[in-house]
């Protein structure tokens, strides 16, 4: 079983949806979870960085933790086109920078 | 946020020849960098943590004398693919971190699309 599951999709969604990303993982020691958008032959750019149970909402995009089920969620209100970009979710343990991937999940918002 | 800036972007070789990839903080010290390496359509997979002046820390199944790891400066660490093969192909991205607390936000580089023919 991998560490981190995240459905890799794709996802297509019409313009203006509110589109749900999530992740799940197996090892209670994660406690900083963290999302990122990686746009095609890029590199990943950093969403929302969060380390405590409950919902960081920061514009359009809120990420939610639930470290009892371990399941984190990131939602995007009114998507556009632009969202459109494979989103990966990582965590890491207090003691270390080490970020353990999920295999991303592919995103396309259709206008 | 800061700036990590990762050159060539894409670099084609041929089998049997070494291939530097270079991974610069521009507006921070990076007192650690990643090096990952990530196939299409699966997720970053860490290769090697650097920490400045000392040696890298290399991931299970990961060469060390293929993969060449140097992090000779704050701002400066570099990945050299010794006798790149044809399986050696894929996209390389590095990450820094700044400051000495765990946890601190990590900063990608555009990656390398390395494809050896």
């Known amino acids: 079983q991998k560490e981190v599951e995240q459905d890799p999709g794709p996802l297509s969604v019409p313009e203006g949806a509110i589109v749900s990303l999530n992740c799940t993982y197996s090892?209670?020691?994660?406690?900083?979870f963290m999302w990122y958008r990686q746009y095609s032959r890029k590199g990943p750019e950093l969403l929302m960085y969060t380390y405590s149970s409950g919902n960081k909402e920061d514009g359009r995009f809120t990420a939610q933790v639930d470290k009892s089920s371990k399941y984190i969620s990131l939602f995007i209100r009114d998507s556009q086109p632009s969202d459109s970009a494979t989103y990966l979710c990582a965590m890491t343990t207090y003691n270390t920078d080490k970020l353990i991937f999920g295999t991303g999940t592919r995103l396309q918002v259709f206008p | 946020g800061a700036v990590v800036s990762q050159h060539p972007s894409r670099v084609i070789c041929k089998s049997g020849t070494s291939v530097k990839i270079e991974c610069r903080s521009l507006d921070f010290q990076a007192t650690t960098m990643f090096w990952y390496r990530q196939f299409p359509k699966q997720s970053l997979m860490l290769m090697a943590t650097?920490?400045?002046?000392?040696?890298?820390?290399?991931e299970q199944g990961v060469e060390k004398d293929k993969f060449l790891i140097n992090h000779a400066s704050l701002t400066l660490s570099t990945l050299t693919v010794t006798s790149a093969h044809p399986e050696d192909s894929s996209f390389y991205i590095c990450?820094?971190?700044?400051?000495?607390?765990?946890?601190?936000?990590?900063?990608f580089g555009q990656g390398t699309r390395l494809t050896v023919v």
């Open positions: 990450s820094a971190t700044q400051g000495d607390s765990l946890n601190t936000e990590a900063f």
């Open positions: 650097s920490n400045e002046g000392s040696k890298a820390t290399y």
């Open positions: 090892n209670s020691a994660f406690q900083y």
